[in-house]
C-alpha cells in the first residue's frame, strides 16, 4: 500500500514564506536563504534530510512525488487550505524549447478532461522561469507495482478494462488521442483508477505536428503504426491498452528482450496466441486480448462502444470480486 502524505499546518506553509523548512525527520527548522529550492539538504540536526520549498502560483511544493522524462512531480499546498495537489515542473527552462512547451500543450489537453478515471487538472502556465501543471494527488499505487506485489483476479483486472475504456472513450468524443499507455501511467486504489501523464496526448486538429522521425512511447507498448510512421487514431490506443492488459494479467510484456527487439515485434505479422500462454484466464478474456492486440488495425476493435461491450459481457459472467 502506498504512504498517504499528510496536509501541512497553516504555521508551516507561514514559516515557509519566512524562508524556513522543516526537517522529517526531528522536527527542526532551518533557515534556507541563499539555498537552491527543490532540492534536499543534510540536516544540521540529525540524519534526515531537509527540503528546500518553492512557490508557484501561490502553491508551496514541498516534497517529490515523483518524476518523469520530461520534469519532476512534487507535492503541493496552498495557505488556508488542506487539500494536497500534485505540481508538475518541466526540467527544461528555455521556453522555446519543445520540451519547456510540450508542458503547456499538455496543459492545453487535460484543462478541458473531467472525467472519474482521469486526473483532474487546475491551472497550467509558467513562473518564474518553469513551466507548471497542477493537478490532484492521486492516492493509490501504480498498476506495474500492484503487478508485482498483488495476485490479481480476471474480474478485477475486466473492472479496470471497462473504467480505461471509459476514460479512453470520454478522450475520443473530445478528440484526443491518448498515445501513452503504460503501467506506469494508471494508479489503482481498490476499484479506483486513475491516467495520468498526458505529455504525449495529442488533440486530432494537431496530429499531424507529430513527430514521426522520432519514435516516442514506451517500447513494449507502441504501437506498429507509430514504428512505421503511419497516421494514428483510437485503435493505436486500443492496442496499447491491450499490451498493457497483457502485462496486467501475466506480469510479464508480450515482447521482451532488448528495445530495438521490442519494437522490431510490434511490427512483426506474428503473434503467439494469448491462451498459450495466459492459460489461467477465461477464453473469451484470451479472444478480447488477441484482437486489441492485432497486428492489423482493421481487425482490432472499431471502436470503444464495440470494445466496451464485450467486457461488460464477459464481467457479467464472472464471478463478482468482493
Not at 507535492?75 to 512547451?101: G, H, P, V, W
Not at 497550467?124 to 497542477?134: P, S, T, V
Not at 479506483?192 to 513527430?211: C, M, P, Q, S
Not at 498459450?276 to 482493421?298: A, H, Y
Amino acid at each position: 500500500m502506498s504512504t498517504i502524505p499528510v496536509s501541512l499546518a497553516e504555521e508551516d506553509l507561514q514559516k515557509f514564506e519566512e524562508g524556513m523548512a522543516k526537517c522529517p525527520s526531528c522536527g527542526n527548522w532551518h533557515d534556507m536563504d541563499g539555498l537552491d529550492p527543490l532540492l534536499e539538504y543534510d540536516c544540521q540536526y540529525c540524519d534526515g534530510h531537509v527540503f528546500c520549498p518553492m512557490s508557484i502560483s501561490g502553491f508551496w511544493m514541498y516534497a517529490q512525488a515523483g518524476e518523469g522524462g520530461m520534469g519532476r512531480v512534487y507535492l503541493a499546498q496552498e495557505r488556508n487550505n488542506s487539500t494536497i495537489y500534485a505540481m508538475k515542473l518541466s526540467e527544461y527552462t528555455d521556453e522555446c524549447d519543445f520540451r519547456f512547451q510540450s508542458l503547456l500543450y499538455e496543459g492545453e489537453i487535460v484543462e478541458e478532461l473531467i472525467h472519474p478515471n482521469i486526473v483532474r487538472t487546475y491551472r497550467f502556465g509558467y513562473k518564474a522561469g518553469k513551466a507548471f501543471l497542477l493537478m490532484d494527488y492521486v492516492q493509490g499505487i501504480t498498476l506495474e507495482n500492484c503487478v508485482i506485489n498483488y495476485a490479481l483476479t480476471e474480474q478485477r483486472i475486466v473492472k479496470w478494462m471497462i473504467k480505461l475504456c471509459n476514460a479512453l472513450s470520454y478522450m475520443d468524443g473530445l478528440e484526443v488521442l491518448y498515445r501513452d499507455l503504460k503501467p506506469q501511467n494508471v494508479i489503482v486504489d481498490k476499484e479506483k483508477l486513475t491516467l495520468l501523464d498526458f505529455g504525449l496526448a495529442v488533440h486530432k486538429d494537431y496530429r499531424n505536428d507529430i513527430d514521426e522521425e522520432n519514435l516516442v512511447g514506451s517500447p513494449s507498448y507502441i504501437p506498429p503504426e507509430r514504428v512505421e510512421g503511419k497516421a494514428e487514431d483510437i485503435r493505436s490506443d486500443i492496442y496499447a491498452m491491450g499490451m498493457l492488459f497483457y502485462f496486467v494479467a501475466s506480469g510479464k510484456n508480450y515482447f521482451e528482450g532488448p528495445a530495438e527487439e521490442i519494437i522490431e515485434g510490434h511490427i512483426n505479422d506474428q503473434r503467439t496466441p494469448c491462451h498459450e500462454v495466459l492459460v489461467g484466464r477465461s477464453t473469451e478474456f484470451n479472444k478480447i486480448l488477441d484482437r486489441m492486440i492485432n497486428r492489423n488495425p482493421e481487425k482490432r476493435y472499431q471502436s470503444y462502444d464495440e470494445m466496451r461491450s464485450e467486457l461488460e459481457a464477459l464481467e457479467k459472467s464472472l464471478l463478482p470480486v468482493y
